[in-house]
């Protein structure tokens, strides 16, 4: 991580205020917070989560408040949580506070929120809010889809569950986010595989399906795959293609265009079972009626081969009942 260099720290090492002022104007340095410091290449190199955390160190360091941890969106990027489409123009810090105090810059904004010591955790020396905590003041503040994500994150790689969230949110019940954050913890799941599922599976919700995770279909040869997405109701899965599906799997031995083979092959047979398969990706997600007009045209393509089936089946039946009768006979 880049490090932060404090005034103090320079001054001890005979680097004077006039030399401060001048590493910043000729953009060697760059000052994050008053009396705080960074290396401009090395911050500038940096993805932009972790160069929300250094400014969160910053501005924690210059804090003076005893009471005051990070938190919210600030807080999930130390848990190491995937804070998709958040905006992290500012450090949010909470102090422990039943009301007022709460203020915003342009580099923090500070909540006032009761918590308690088991509801923080430390980090090199910044104190952070837990994970349960963290994940729901995030689905107290952010867009729904946005939160989801977070929580998603949380459930899959640390196991947090939507009971860990209900009781971070039961400890502030007064807190006119909670009937937001519920709806958050009771739809996190932690069977979605990306962000891109996430998003996906909150797409579904909106447009009115009620979808299955990672549901394994087998034929009568056996085990086909496991799908993203299955949707019973009409007779379809779908699947979300993220940019390396085809590239960073393909296993050891096997080209681009063994994977795409085998992909087709297993296609084939989900279709050969009477299910409909549409294949999106992450630019599809920002546009959901096309998501929907394909979902549509599945649907009907299901109902229309259903009803081919049974007329292709009667005729067989008929037959099968005159022999019947004739050997009867």
Not at 205 to 223: K, M, T
């Amino acid at each position: 991580m880049t490090r932060i260099v404090s005034r103090s720290d320079a001054l001890s090492r005979v680097i004077s205020d006039a030399e401060l002022q001048r590493y910043c104007r000729t953009r060697a340095w760059r000052r994050l917070r008053p009396g705080r410091f960074v290396s401009r290449d090395k911050f500038d190199a940096l993805p932009r989560e972790d160069k929300h955390r250094v400014i969160a160190e910053a501005v924690f360091d210059a804090t003076i408040a005893p009471d005051a941890v990070v938190s919210h969106v600030s807080a999930a990027i130390f848990h190491g949580l995937d804070v998709w489409n958040a905006d992290l123009s500012r450090v949010h810090i909470t102090r422990n506070r039943a009301r007022g105090g709460g203020r915003s810059s342009a580099v923090r904004a500070v909540h006032t929120s009761p918590y308690t010591d088991d509801e923080v955790v430390d980090f090199d020396g910044v104190r952070v809010t837990g994970l349960a905590r963290t994940v729901a003041d995030c689905a107290r503040s952010l867009p729904f889809d946005t939160a989801v994500c977070v929580a998603d994150f949380a459930a899959r790689t640390r196991g947090l569950t939507t009971e860990d969230v209900l009781a971070a949110l039961d400890s502030c019940p007064n807190h006119p986010g909670n009937r937001m954050a519920r709806r958050v913890a009771e739809f996190m799941d932690g069977r979605s595989e990306s962000v891109g599922e996430s998003r996906a599976r909150v797409l579904l919700h909106q447009l009115g399906y009620s979808p299955q995770l990672q549901v394994q279909i087998v034929d009568e040869r056996g085990f086909v795959g496991r799908v993203d997405f299955d949707l019973p109701d009409i007779e379809t899965v779908l699947e979300f293609d993220g940019k390396v599906k085809y590239g960073r799997y393909v296993p050891e031995g096997k080209s681009a265009a063994d994977v795409l083979w085998d992909e087709k092959r297993r296609e084939d047979r989900i279709r050969a079972t009477g299910r409909q398969v549409v294949r999106i990706a992450w630019s599809d997600l920002d546009h959901p009626e096309f998501v929907d007009r394909r979902l549509r045209d599945a649907a009907d393509r299901a109902r229309r081969h259903r009803a081919t089936s049974l007329r292709t089946a009667r005729p067989r039946s008929r037959q099968s009942r005159g022999a019947q009768s004739s050997e009867s006979v």
